[in-house]
C-alpha cells in the first residue's frame, strides 16, 4: 500500500503545483511528460518561456530539496531536450528549470532555476 500512497501523494502534490503556477498566469501545457530517458513533472509556459518543473513532497521544504539528486536533474535534462526538439522543432528555446518542493501541510515553495541544462 506504501508504493500507492506515494503515487497519489505525488500526484496530489503535482496537482497543488500546477494550480499554483496557473494562478501565477502559466499555462500548463503538459503533466508527466515521459521519454526513455527521463520524466517532467510539468511543463508551463509564460509569455515566451517555457518551464520545466520538478516536483517533489516531502515533511519539509529541505527534505524535498535533498530528493532532486544529480543523476535525476540529469534525466529531466535530457528529457526536457526531447520535448523540445519534438514539440517545438529547435532546442534554442529560451527555457527555464524549476523545484517546486511541497511540505508536509500543502504548502509550495518554487526555486526558480534551481538547476541548469548542462
Known amino acids: 500500500m506504501t508504493g500507492k500512497?506515494?503515487?497519489l501523494k505525488g500526484l496530489a502534490a503535482e496537482d497543488i503545483v500546477a494550480r499554483a503556477?496557473?494562478?501565477?498566469g502559466f499555462e500548463v501545457v503538459e503533466r508527466r511528460w515521459k521519454t526513455r530517458e527521463g520524466e517532467v513533472d510539468?511543463?508551463?509556459r509564460h509569455k515566451d518561456?517555457?518551464?520545466f518543473?520538478?516536483?517533489?513532497?516531502?515533511?519539509s521544504f529541505d527534505q524535498a530539496a535533498l530528493?532532486?539528486?544529480?543523476?535525476?536533474?540529469?534525466?529531466?535534462?535530457?528529457?526536457?531536450?526531447?520535448?523540445l526538439a519534438e514539440k517545438t522543432?529547435?532546442?534554442d528555446v529560451d527555457c527555464r528549470f524549476d523545484?517546486?518542493?511541497?511540505?508536509?501541510?500543502?504548502?509550495v515553495k518554487v526555486l526558480p532555476g534551481a538547476f541548469m541544462c548542462n
Open 5 to 7: 500512497v506515494s503515487y
Open 21 to 24: 503556477y496557473e494562478r501565477c
Open 42 to 44: 510539468i511543463v508551463a
Open 49 to 51: 518561456k517555457i518551464y
Open 53 to 59: 518543473i520538478e516536483v517533489k513532497n516531502s515533511r
Open 67 to 83: 530528493r532532486i539528486t544529480p543523476h535525476q536533474q540529469q534525466r529531466i535534462q535530457n528529457a526536457a531536450l526531447q520535448y
Open 89 to 91: 522543432k529547435t532546442i
Open 99 to 107: 523545484a517546486a518542493l511541497v511540505d508536509g501541510t500543502g504548502r
